[in-house]
């Protein structure tokens, strides 16, 4: 099984709003990601968990607050977005293991507009 | 620094055409190399990896060799259906340790017409 799962698939939400997406995977990876996708552009990575501990940002607005609650959840919490942040969200997974380097599997994403 | 080129698209073909999307690299020593295929309006799906030069990836009629000496990875299938229609990314990942951070290609759209 090499599912990656995501809620919501779609997503609204106004400027003050707080909401957040959820990524899950069993399939015992300990590495999960964040990116953003705008249309027609390669996925931006946005963070990095390792061990469930964040190990890279990628200088990413702090309106964007990840968390990892456990080895197979990862949130992206959002508060006070802009309309640029518009964009489809996809989360991924992989094993991680010093010196290797691990195919990503991805969710479907979460498809967000901001108003 | 490490970086993908992909052929521009649109590519546009017939049911049944060959089809061949060019992919070349940057990047020092051996990084592991990938072509990930998106559908419309969905996410990122693993089409086939290569680890070492000289590997091929191959699935669901796709193919692609790690050719070292050409620095290319380019995606071969030999006869397409119009379920093939989708946009198609070449990356990689540096041969560095715990390295986690994909590189990828500008993509590639693919459009079948039957």
């Known amino acids: 099984d090499t599912e990656v799962t995501q809620t919501p698939k779609h997503l609204v939400m106004g400027m003050t709003n707080k909401k957040s997406l959820k990524c899950e995977q069993h399939m015992g990876h300990r590495a999960m990601y964040w990116y953003k996708q705008k249309a027609k552009k390669p996925p931006e990575l946005m963070f990095v968990y390792s061990y469930e501990k964040l190990s890279i940002n990628e200088s990413v607005p702090s309106r964007f607050s990840p968390e990892c609650p456990n080895s197979s959840l990862l949130n992206l919490h959002l508060h006070a977005l802009q309309p640029e942040d518009s964009a489809l969200y996809l989360c991924?997974?992989?094993?991680?293991?010093?010196?290797?380097?691990?195919?990503?599997?991805f969710g479907p994403g979460t498809r967000l507009t901001v108003t | 620094g490490d970086s993908v080129t992909q052929m521009e698209g649109p590519v546009t073909l017939s049911e049944e055409a060959f089809l061949t999307i060019n992919c070349t690299y940057t990047?020092?020593?051996?990084?592991?190399l990938f072509w990930y295929v998106q559908y419309p309006g969905e996410g990122l799906q693993l089409l086939l990896k290569a680890t070492k030069a000289d590997d091929k990836g191959s699935n669901k009629g796709f193919e692609a060799t790690y050719r070292k000496e050409t620095t290319s990875f380019h995606l071969e299938k030999g006869s397409v259906q119009v379920s093939d229609s989708a946009v198609y990314f070449c990356?990689?990942?540096?041969?560095?340790?715990?390295?986690?951070?994909?590189?990828f290609g500008s993509g590639t759209r693919l459009l079948v017409r039957p």
């Open positions: 990356a990689l990942i540096p041969p560095k340790r715990s390295s986690y951070k994909l590189i």
């Open positions: 990047a020092t020593g051996y990084p592991s």
């Open positions: 991924a997974s992989s094993r991680n293991r010093a010196g290797g380097s691990y195919e990503q599997y």
